[in-house]
């Protein structure tokens, strides 16, 4: 998340009265955007659509990578689903009470939201619709599918699972090992028959961070937005428009987890990185701090299930110690590092320039017919 952006806002929790925020320490990437003048109104920033029918005629109703089910009980999890993962939509969606802007990204803008008290991230995606059909990384397609993916992992280790391989080293062997979630009760028995030290046990799995299923939102008033990420890239909704969005679960970093030393916070983290390495997804490079707060991951656009034309044919575990920094202009500058690149790239482009003029000297040279000729 980066920039600024153009957004109807309610107050906010006085700072003295709350815990520092992750946004607390990106102050850059959640920058506070400038108040519109539809702000006074006492109504919501977003209008939240019913849901959907059967003879639903949205920009989304084709789509299928989502279902017209509530999130409400187990999901399916037969094989096919893990195959064509569908997320089920929101059952409370049209209750909830918008509280503050968050922040936005490459993808979409992040409102908090209240329904009985407890606290929701609600995900606004820029995109309307699939502008171009054949390309393969569309941010709510994927977004969707992995949010559904994840709820049914979490459902299926709750009562073991062995997967077939330990260090999936191939896109082939991470298949294998998400399609060991699924409802395949003679796969499951054959394994157990067949463990040998290379199958995996899950006995539980590690702190993801829960998806409440979609719904479609239309802006009530316009917004502009330019991202932060030196192509001056600009995003709008537009209040005739109806955009995606999903209902996530906030997660707020306490201080008790920002006293914690960073080992220990790497420690929690590569936790992760292996478990959803191990049962299947590769991960969006570079892994950014950013993406992470307390722990938990935030942006679930970073993993590719191993059936996407992303995910790599050779595979090798993600660490926590190359996870990169959000390095902005602002904090290149501050320690210099921005001035230091920027004469870097002079020199560069100097020392191509006299090699470029030398060796065009030289050609001249062998072109140059000799004196006696």
């Not at 998340?1 to 929790?13: E, G």
């Not at 320690?335 to 690149?341: D, N």
Request: net charge positive; proline share 8%.
């Amino acid at each position: 998340m980066s920039a600024s952006s153009h957004a109807c806002l309610t107050s906010r929790t006085p700072h003295a009265e709350r815990p520092p925020l992750r946004s607390d320490r990106h102050p850059l990437l959640h920058k506070q955007p400038p108040l519109h003048d539809e702000q006074q109104q006492p109504q919501p920033p977003f209008h939240v659509h019913p849901p959907p029918l059967p003879d639903d005629q949205s920009p989304f109703s084709n789509e299928d990578f989502l279902e017209r089910r509530a999130l409400e009980g187990e999901p399916s999890c037969a094989r096919k689903d893990f195959l064509k993962p569908r997320l089920r939509y929101c059952p409370f969606a049209q209750q909830l009470q918008w509280h503050a802007y968050v922040g936005h990204g490459t993808d979409g803008m992040v409102w908090k939201a209240f329904h009985n008290n407890e606290p929701y991230a609600v995900k606004v995606f820029w995109e309307a619709k699939r502008n171009d059909p054949q390309l393969y990384y569309w941010a709510p397609e994927i977004e969707c599918q992995n949010a559904a993916l994840l709820e049914k992992i979490r459902s299926c280790s709750q009562h073991g699972r062995i997967l077939p391989h330990g260090n999936p080293a191939t896109r082939e062997q991470a298949l294998e090992n998400l399609l060991a979630f699924s409802d395949d009760v003679q796969q499951q028995q054959r394994l157990r028959d067949l463990a040998t030290p290379s199958t995996f046990t899950i006995e539980n799995c590690p702190r993801l961070r829960r998806c409440y299923g979609w719904t479609i939102v239309t802006s009530r008033c316009s917004v502009q937005v330019e991202l932060d990420d030196g192509k001056k890239k600009v995003r709008t909704l537009v209040p005739s428009m109806q955009y995606l969005a999903i209902v996530y679960e906030y997660i707020e970093e306490s201080t008790m987890s920002q006293d914690q030393d960073k080992a220990k916070r790497q420690r929690e983290v590569q936790i992760q990185l292996d478990f959803l390495w191990t049962v299947g997804f590769s991960f969006r490079l570079p892994l950014r701090e950013v993406d992470w707060c307390g722990g938990v991951m935030l942006d679930m656009s970073v993993l590719i299930p191993p059936w996407h034309k992303r995910h790599s044919k050779r595979r090798s575990r993600p660490q926590v110690e190359k996870m990169e920094e959000v390095r902005t202009v602002e904090t290149l500058r501050r320690h210099g590092s921005l001035e230091k690149g920027i004469i870097r790239v002079k020199r560069d482009i100097q020392l191509q320039s006299r090699l470029l003029g030398a060796r065009k000297e030289r050609r001249a040279h062998r072109l140059t017919p000799s004196a006696g000729r």
